[in-house]
């Protein structure tokens, strides 16, 4: 047994021991599919994203059009079908239309398999999803319990990377749009080395970095464009994630004809 293979399998074994694996994996960011949902185009991403055979998919809440109790069990079993089609393990974030009140909570809670917020491990990547769904105006970032859900999480994984963090409503656009990292729920991520956070809402891709933090609301999968033009994040479209090791590589994707020209937003290039 020569040094350098001696080296090597002490190096693997070390890397066993820790219980990390490599990062080798991509993954699929699904925005709003409703808020005046239009009609074909939630259907017609999910047909690209089976060309794309992601890892698993995660979207950043509104998925139902909700708003009544009595009806909301039935608005996520006729979705059903077009997951079961394409198979790919789902993580959901709760959105305003998915959560409006207990019994809808309790409903979304059931059919997605998850609390309204929660964490998971891919490889040596972290996610943690958190729920303001019944935020009314979202502008003081998760409340006391959700503040110390995360800080407990992030230290119990502070040696993973990279770290997502998914929510709804961006509480963060007013901060950050001003250059502020001066909010709590910013300097407890930044202490624990988190690099994307991720959100929704607006139906409007949004990018910004605060202190080596990206911060971005995803585009609308299905949900009605609140203004135009390509340039300014009015699309339809879904967010392409390759992580390799360290690296993280962001693609935003526009839907193909008749619905959108099938363009590209890479910020890294």
């Known amino acids: ?5 001696l080296a090597a399998l002490l190096a693997f074994v070390a890397f066993a021991l820790a219980g990390a694996q490599p990062n080798d994996f991509h993954f699929v960011i699904l925005g709003d599919r409703t808020g005046n949902a239009q009609p074909g185009i939630y259907e017609r991403i999910w047909s690209e994203l089976g060309e794309l055979h992601p890892d698993f998919v995660i979207n950043v809440g509104d998925t139902i059009q909700g708003g009544q109790d009595t009806t909301a069990a039935s608005e996520w079993r006729a979705l059903r079908p077009l997951w079961d089609r394409y198979r ?3 993580y959901f974030t709760p959105g305003n239309h998915d959560i409006w009140s207990a019994a809808s909570r309790a409903v979304y809670e059931q059919q997605t398999g998850h609390l309204a917020f929660y964490s998971f491990n891919y490889q ?3 996610f943690i999803v958190l729920d303001n769904a019944e935020d009314p105006d979202f502008s003081g970032g998760p409340n006391d319990g959700q503040m110390q859900f ?15 963090v998914f929510f709804h409503k961006p509480f963060w656009l007013i901060p950050i749009k001003f250059q502020s ?5 910013h300097q407890l991520i930044q202490k624990f ?10 139906h409007q891709y949004v ?3 605060q202190d080596g933090v990206t911060y971005l609301e995803a585009p609308s999968s299905g949900g009605k464009l609140k203004g135009e033009g390509f340039e300014r994040g009015w699309l339809y479209g879904k967010v392409l994630v390759t992580v390799q090791g360290a690296n993280v590589d962001i693609t935003v994707k526009e ?15």
């Open 88 to 90: 790919y393990p789902m």
């Open 255 to 269: 839907i193909g004809e008749p619905f959108g020209q099938g363009r590209s937003i890479n910020p890294a290039k």
């Open 207 to 209: 990018r910004a970095v």
């Open 1 to 5: 047994m020569g040094p350098r293979f």
């Open 193 to 202: 080395g988190v690099r994307y956070v991720v959100s929704g809402h607006g």
């Open 124 to 126: 040596n990547a972290h």
């Open 150 to 164: 995360l800080a407990r999480d992030l230290a119990q994984n502070r040696d993973r990377d990279p770290k997502f």
């Open 181 to 185: 990292g001066q909010f709590p729920f």
